[in-house]
């Protein structure tokens, strides 16, 4: 399969995108397990959660060394998980996984790739796997894409509450996920952060309320 195989796969439909901030670990079990029964997209990192009590219906992957144990990982979960990675420099990558290549060019310069066909050029890596998730998500068709474990801090994982981030980076996110926000809208498409606590400034709502 290739990514244009999956383009406009899920129209209007509402995926649930998961990041891997500490606030996960604020979401109680059973909205976790409720949240199994969504379309959801987690990335990175999020598959050493313990937390993590469903199979995702995407994943997107950026690191190429740690590239084996996602796919472990998946691979344990029985998952059917459409697997997606993330990389400027692979020519291509071995199946199940779908090669999405990033490209040079920055979400703080205004690009969001996904509301056409561009998405062999994803926009920049500063804007975070999340949003490299996001772009891939609206290509799939989805016209709702909730954010989850986004704290935007430069410290913290679900499954690391001390680790420290990359200097700068939740500032560069806030930035960049405002101004993915901004390229949505006149689309139709909405982008709503529902982490508990966290510091975006995109429209914010409750996870218990949209699952209900």
């Known amino acids: 399969m290739k990514l244009a195989d999956y383009k406009d796969t899920h129209p209007g439909e509402r995926v649930f995108i998961l990041a891997s901030g500490p606030s996960l670990n ?3 079990t059973e909205l976790v397990e409720r949240l199994g ?3 959801t997209f987690i990335i990175s990192s999020v598959l050493r959660w313990e937390g993590l009590s469903f199979v995702p219906s995407f994943y997107l992957g950026q690191e190429i060394q740690y590239w084996a144990y996602w796919d472990t990982r998946l691979n344990e979960m029985g998952s059917a998980t459409v697997r997606f990675h993330a990389d400027r420099f692979l020519p291509s990558v071995p199946d199940p996984w779908i090669l999405c290549k990033v490209g040079n060019h920055d979400l703080a310069q205004g690009w969001f790739f996904g509301i056409d066909d561009r998405l062999n050029d994803l926009a920049g890596r500063t804007g975070s796997a999340a949003l490299l998730a996001a772009q891939v998500a609206v290509y799939l068709g989805f016209a709702e894409l909730y954010l989850l474990g986004c704290d935007a801090t430069d410290t913290g994982y679900a499954f690391q509450a001390d680790a420290q981030r990359e200097p700068g980076s939740a500032a560069q996110f806030i930035l960049c996920t405002e101004i993915a926000h901004q ?8 982008l709503i952060d529902l982490t508990d606590g966290g510091q975006l400034t995109i429209p914010k709502g409750c996870l218990t309320d949209v699952l209900n």
């Open 37 to 39: 029964k969504e379309q």
């Open 26 to 28: 604020r979401i109680p």
């Open 183 to 190: 390229l949505l809208q006149p689309h139709g498409i909405s």
